[in-house]
């Protein structure tokens, strides 16, 4: 609220302090309901200022057209705003070493710093004061390595979802300063996990989902338990451009849900995109908890090879692994590049939804090379890749060029004595 001196009040025939037209905004009909977060807020919402305000009031001041004389006529419209919720940042994602920092991230929010030799939380990462309290900042970055005329870069967005989706894509220099920043608008909800970057594009799968905040805001279910799937809308491929240079594209594919993508690459007039599909958002009963999920009623996640064409602006999909298998993991000299390797965290069972027990390779041309699991006591985490050397020889046809010289790291709980292995070393062939 505005306070006006007195003095600065002014007799109505001179001047009014308002104008008609400003007023006749607020008194229209609203055709649309809407659900969003509110994330412009100037000051600091009172910590203890708690609960819901519902209001309500005319919303609806025509009938199919024909205005209503008085607003005593209009349709009722409910209006809940919600302060007692504040997300907490539980920062439970992923992490990265990037920039002489370790950075703990949550897709919702900032990221925080810890001590890599103690672990101790340092604070929040502003990232030199881009970032704020509570912005957002994806969970999983792609680090590009460069060539001769591009240095290294971790590449990486935020996403402020709402009835039009705000992306931001920040690239960072290797001392951690963000050198480039932009914002795209993309219309509706979006739910955007991870991405994959090329030298030139940022590519993001924008899953037909929807989000109904009101039970979540008011505490009734988690966020997971408010995304619906739409089953008859396609998933959308937003191309985004790494510089100014190039046009925003976007492409259709059959509706499918992605969290992770292996890599992308350019490939004459396409972008070739390796990602893990579910055929539906893989949620969770609401009845259940987390340790009770019945695996043979979820979606297996499946490997998916997107071709997506640039001058047609069209999209093809081939299946490449069909056992369900999650978190790719690639040579990190290869991201962005063409690449012939992907390690991923897999089922034992070759078929169907299951907890991720064995660790897979596998090569793009020819589906699923190598299999290792821990079955029927061991179930493993996400696999990273450790290079022998740091850099190997760009790809050429045919020609692995070292991508799988390495180690496969990962961390293995054995039930149930509840001790964790870090196992499997993948020496090359
Ligand atoms: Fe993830």
Redesign the pocket.
């Known amino acids: 609220m505005q306070t006006i001196p007195s003095q600065q009040n002014t007799s109505s025939c001179e001047s009014k302090p308002y104008k008609l037209e400003d007023w006749q905004g607020a008194n229209c009909s609203l055709n649309q309901e809407y659900d969003y977060w509110i994330e412009d807020v100037e000051g600091e919402i009172p910590t203890n200022l708690n609960g819901t305000l519902f209001r309500n009031g005319p919303g609806l001041l025509d009938i199919f057209g024909r205005e209503i004389h008085h607003p005593f006529d209009g349709d009722g419209m409910i209006c809940a705003v919600s302060f007692d919720l504040r997300k907490k940042n539980v920062a439970n994602?992923?992490i990265i070493y990037w920039g002489d920092k370790l950075l703990a991230l949550w897709e919702a929010s900032h990221p925080y710093r810890l001590d890599p030799n103690t672990l101790e939380t340092l604070g929040i990462e502003t990232l030199d004061g881009v970032l704020h309290k509570d912005s957002p900042f994806a969970?999983?970055p792609m680090i590009d390595p460069g060539d001769e005329t591009r240095e290294p870069r971790l590449v990486t967005f935020a996403i402020k979802p709402g009835p039009l989706t705000t992306i931001t894509v920040y690239e960072l220099n290797q001392t951690g300063k963000v050198v480039q920043q932009h914002d795209h608008k993309i219309p509706g909800f979006a739910f955007i996990?991870?991405f994959a970057i090329t030298p030139n594009y940022c590519l993001f799968f924008q899953n037909p989902v929807s989000f109904n905040p009101l039970p979540y805001v008011l505490g009734f279910r988690g966020a997971a338990e408010c995304i619906k799937f739409h089953r008859r809308s396609p998933t959308k491929i937003w191309l985004i451009p790494r510089d100014s240079s190039r046009e925003v594209q976007v492409l259709e594919t059959d509706p499918c849900f992605v969290?992770?993508h292996a890599n992308a690459f350019e490939e004459g007039d396409e972008l070739i995109v390796d990602s893990v599909c579910y055929e539906t958002f893989p949620g969770i009963d609401h009845n259940l908890n987390y340790q009770e999920i019945d695996f043979d009623t979820r979606p297996p996640a499946q490997l998916w090879r997107f071709h997506l064409n640039l001058k047609t602006k069209t999209a093809q999909r081939d299946l490449l692994v069909e056992r369900s298998c999650e978190f790719p993991f690639i040579h990190p000299d290869r991201i962005g590049q063409p690449h012939r390797c992907i390690f991923l965290a897999a089922a034992h069972q070759p078929q169907g939804d299951a907890p991720q027990q064995a660790i897979i390779k596998v090569d793009p041309e020819y589906g699923e090379q190598e299999f290792w699991s821990a079955a029927p006591k061991g179930f493993v985490g996400e696999p990273v890749f450790v290079p022998r050397t740091p850099h190997i020889p760009p790809y050429q046809g045919g020609i692995w060029g070292g991508e799988d010289d390495g180690w496969v790291l990962t961390l293995v709980f054995i039930a149930p004595d509840i001790i964790f292995r870090l196992i499997y070393h993948y020496p090359n062939p």
């Open positions: 994602t992923n969970a999983h996990h991870g969290f992770h």
